[in-house]
């Protein structure tokens, strides 16, 4: 079997790189086929930092899901958190005399919008018109068909380092890989776990993962603001081998298995093993409280989400207008994660999980493969979410994008 009707996703995080392959069905995805996982040591903070790890851990992952889907991939979706994703929003206005906004109209705002940031050095992921306004009237729905004096587009650009894509594309080149495209793992996260009404409504989703944290704003099925934070669950994996002087792996496996969000009083009874270093170095096994562990997990996350929820109001996130938020990637399916971020964030929150699609493995089925299921949606039909030009771009003025998401709020 050859790749034709089918689509491949490659999600290349810090712990691992996970593969998943679906038939097409239509402009959507039908039966998962195949999925591969492998621990990844080639990346950190979402940058690649040994290529032959990289290259050793995708090649065993894209193997196992072609061994899975009897089908051997070459073209692949790659999730990217690597170079510093991050939105920029650049308005264009254009006197329309007297004439109807036609589909020519949005496009030459948009080759306006590009030609303003030629000169600059990051490149393209994203490129879409994200809202407009007619005279004095912003809606996020193309107003094709009206006869406004003035016709603005708001221009959504989202873009990366070329370097950290170009890092990716040789490593997957040497796995005799080729990039189908590159897209900026916040939106591959919501578009894996939000579900329409979300996406409508307007919703925060944040993605914790092992190194990067992604932050990305939706609202009526458009986004409205995307970037990438170099840290995650690492965070805590430190402060509980600081806490306990142990290391790095003890601590990532005390977390996985004893880990929470929240201290609870049953913690104060139940007894943990953890193997700590002695004066020369030697890994010895005592036994805390979890009590020790939980605190130091929940002071920790807690600085951490008041962090993020300082970062969402700044953007205009505001849940009292219907806006949700929504927590996904492997470190949300930490026990009691929800209830510390409803205190953090002050608003309702969920843990989003990807749809059980048809043939989607139950190890598939946490928040950590949200990003990879958003990567098949997003392969399947690209058109269908966001126009991919690339030309390389540069940083407008923060003011516009923070302008955007109210006006984007404030009028679906």
Known sequence: MAQDGFVAALDIGCS???CLIAERSGADIGRIRGMGIRANEGVRGGALINADLAEESIRGAVGQAEKMAG???EDVWISLSAGNPESHMIDISMPMDGQPVGHADIDAAMDVALEKLADRQPEILHAFPAAYATDDVITTSPPHGLYPDELTVFAHVITASASAQKNLETVLRAAHLRPAGFVAQPLASGLGCL????????????????????????ANTTMGHCEVIPSGSDILVKAIAGHFVTTLTEAARVLALYGAALHDPSDDRHMIDVKVLDGAGVETETQFPRRDLTLIIEDTLRAFLLELAERLTALGFDPASGQRLVLTGSAAQLSRLPELARQCFRTGVRVGLPPNFSGLPVSARGPGFSASVGLLRYGVDPDRFLHMPSTPVGVPAASAMKRLWHWVKGNI
Not at 195 to 218: H, Q, R, S, Y
Request: hydrophobic residues 45%; contains cysteine; aromatic residues 4%.
């Open 16 to 18: 691992k790189v996970s």
């Open 195 to 218: 579900v329409d009404d979300e996406l409508k409504i307007g919703a925060a989703c944040i993605d914790i993962g092992a190194g990067t944290t992604g932050i990305g704003l939706f």
């Open 71 to 73: 089908s051997a991939i």
